[in-house]
């Protein structure tokens, strides 16, 4: 179980989740392909980190090995899915899903814990000499795919591995699992997870059958937060929510991470633009860069590489029609959107990416630099 946790409430793995919401489409892709006996071997899951693509991995696998046919799986889809007249977020509201297999089924219980003889899970794992998670996905976390695929079923199905995710693999990982898509054995199926397909290889890509998710629907992510966050204002749902841009995960995570308050404190900030408040910056680096608060700097991070993109669009875009902004953004672009050209805005988003980059890569003091991050932008609006 995760360890995250929203107001007494943990927020489940993928591999435990049965709750999924707004990619009916998808399910029914898989379901009909699965049905018709036309499935392709290897699947790439693409799309946002945080909209639902290992809890769909695993749906379907639990479909699979749940060696059933539930009532409505005739081999075809349905006439209302063939006319296209509902949308994903309707589809998502018709029941428990095409792929629905119930948190009390056995197969269920057995893929959450690992202990399914027909079921593997890739991730990346831990660096036996310092105890800690690595980085990336390594070779020795892939080579057993092959073996394991070439195994008999043991319960005489199917045999499925899910890598999460595949943007994580390192080259040698990366080749090792080109060659088993390269000559799968019968039965056998890899689900990829990519939230940047851009990064994997070529060769792995085209030996795959694509399933592109899209961001939810405002409406949806909404929803869903407010399942979990049953006791937060309406006022920081949306703050939630408009940072989520439209993967509930990531809303949920910055919420179980402190984000609205590290949100505030950031626009506090901002708002002092053109000129900041040492004293206040010098609190902000510290409470936000001190040793022991990593995950408070990850989030401040990607809370900065999110108001920058912003910043590009709305700029580029040339109006805010393209996202909702908050108030405190149309203050700021009240104050500065004439000030700030676009190739300026380039600048600094790759200027302050590399920077975070780079403090991640080879342990820079997080302190000073969420402090020269601050000093970049001051110095973008004064120019």
């Known amino acids: 179980m995760n360890t995250d946790c929203l107001n007494g409430k943990e927020i489940p793995e993928p591999r435990e989740n049965s ?9 029914f892709i898989l379901k009909s392909a699965y049905d018709r006996d036309c499935l392709a071997h290897s699947w790439l899951i693409t799309g946002p980190k945080g909209i639902g693509k290992a809890t769909l ?33 309707q589809l998502s509201v018709l029941g428990e899903g095409p792929l629905y297999i119930s948190p009390a089924e056995s197969v269920f219980k057995r893929i959450a814990s690992g202990g399914h003889a027909d079921f593997m899970s890739v991730e990346r794992s831990i660096n036996e000499k310092n105890g800690k998670l690595r980085t990336e996905i390594v070779v020795d976390d892939v080579r057993s795919i092959g073996s394991f695929f070439n195994l008999t079923a043991g319960e005489g199905g199917w045999r499925i591995v899910i890598i999460d995710c595949a943007d994580e693999m390192n080259l040698n990982a990366a080749n090792a ?9 019968a039965r056998s199926l890899l689900l990829l997870i990519s939230h940047n397909p851009g990064q994997l290889l070529g060769t792995i890509r085209s030996r795959c059958r694509n399933l592109s998710l899209q961001p939810l629907k405002r409406e949806s992510v909404i929803s869903i937060v407010k399942d979990w966050q049953f006791d937060i204002d309406e006022v920081s749902i949306e ?3 408009t940072i989520a841009d439209g993967s509930p995960g990531r ?55 999110w108001w920058l993109a912003r910043m590009i669009i709305v700029k580029g875009k040339g109006n805010s029609s393209y996202v909702i902004l908050t108030e405190h953004e149309k203050n700021f672009f009240n104050k500065f959107g004439d000030v700030v050209s676009l190739d300026r805005w380039f600048e600094l ?19 000073q630099v969420v402090f020269n991050i601050f000093l970049a932008l001051e110095s973008s609006v004064q120019s």
Do not use: C
């Not at 590399?354 to 991640?360: A, C, G, S």
């Open 349 to 367: 988003w790759e200027k302050i990416n590399h920077l975070i980059d780079k403090t991640e890569q080879i342990n820079l003091d997080r302190k």
């Open 239 to 241: 703050t939630l929510v």
């Open 19 to 27: 709750l999924f919401s707004g990619h009916g489409h998808a399910e």
């Open 251 to 305: 809303a949920l995570a910055f919420a179980g991470n402190g984000g609205i308050d590290i949100f505030h404190d950031f626009m506090s900030l901002i708002e002092m633009l053109p000129k900041l408040d040492v004293e206040s910056l010098h609190i902000f680096s510290g409470r936000y860069g001190k040793p022991g608060s990593e995950v408070a700097f990850r989030t401040i991070s990607e809370l900065i590489r």
């Open 57 to 89: 991995a695993y749906r379907f696998a639990r479909y699979i090995l749940s060696n059933e046919r539930r009532d409505d799986s005739n081999n075809s889809f349905p006439e209302f899915f063939k006319e296209n007249t509902l949308q994903d977020d």
């Open 177 to 185: 699992v080109l060659k088993v898509l390269e000559e799968p054995p």
